[in-house]
T-cell receptor, first 115, second 113 residues
Framework: KAGVTQTPRYLIKTRGQQVTLSCSPISGHRSVSWYQQTPGQGLQFLFEYFSETQRNKGNFPGRFSGRQFSNSRSEMNVSTLELGDSALYLC??????????????FGPGTRLTVL | GESVGLHLPTLSVQEGDNSIINCAYSNSASDYFIWYKQESGKGPQFIIDIRSNMDKRQGQRVTVLLNKTVKHLSLQIAATQPGDSAVYFCAERRKAAGNKLTFGGGTRVLVKP
């Protein structure tokens, strides 16, 4: 079974631009979560989607948004990019929403650099 | 507030020795804990998990111990190998918060040949 895939793997943007990142979960997984990883802040939760609905949100500004499609694939968007948005953006998928027998599996991430 | 912290940022281990990575958490409502391994250029890789109703769980060469009394979690790696060199993260989850994981800062494990 294929793992979580994320595209693109690398991205370079300039301040003020916007960016869209894509995540395809493991086949059969319905929950997709997004995390931001930086050297200074570590791994921080952005949001979680399940059945095309945002179920949980972290402490990030409204410039960060996401959506999930009927096939469970998810996208996240960052508008008006700032230098501090440079990070590794990770997507994780799990079978269900907060099941006690479930595990989240991560993709390889998208490395975003904002110049 | 909730937090998950690690005691040591870097752990240097001789190949063949056992490694112990520690983690403290503050939220007594946490009901699920996971250890992830992250190699350079890759996403976190699931190692082992443990639920709050357990004290110990073993996998292949790894053991996770949970001490709820002192809110402490540890990962033991037996016979550490060069391929174990990576950053290790503990994470906690509360079912009430969905699948949101709160991660510790990470411990870098360096295996010396």
């Amino acid at each position: 079974k294929a793992g979580v895939t994320q595209t693109p793997r690398y991205l370079i943007k300039t301040r003020g631009q916007q960016v869209t990142l894509s995540c395809s979960p493991i086949s059969g997984h319905r929950s997709v979560s997004w995390y931001q990883q930086t050297p200074g802040q570590g791994l921080q939760f952005l949001f979680e989607y399940f059945s095309e609905t945002q179920r949980n949100k972290g402490n990030f500004p409204g410039r960060f948004s996401g959506r999930q499609f009927s096939n469970s694939r998810s996208e996240m968007n960052v508008s008006t990019l700032e230098l501090g948005d440079s990070a590794l953006y990770l997507c994780a998928s799990s079978l269900e929403l907060a099941s006690s027998t479930d595990t989240q599996y991560f993709g390889p991430g998208t490395r975003l650099t904002v110049l | 507030g909730e937090s998950v912290g690690l005691h040591l940022p870097t752990l240097s281990v001789q190949e063949g020795d056992n490694s112990i990575i520690n983690c403290a958490y503050s939220n007594s409502a946490s009901d699920y804990f996971i250890w992830y391994k992250q190699e350079s250029g890759k996403g976190p890789q699931f190692i082992i998990d443990i639920r709050s109703n357990m004290d110990k769980r073993q996998g292949q060469r790894v053991t996770v111990l949970l001490n709820k009394t002192v809110k402490h979690l540890s990962l033991q790696i037996a016979a550490t190998q060069p391929g174990d060199s990576a950053v290790y993260f503990c994470a906690e989850r509360r079912k009430a918060a969905g699948n949101k994981l709160t991660f510790g800062g990470g411990t870098r494990v360096l295996v010396k040949p």
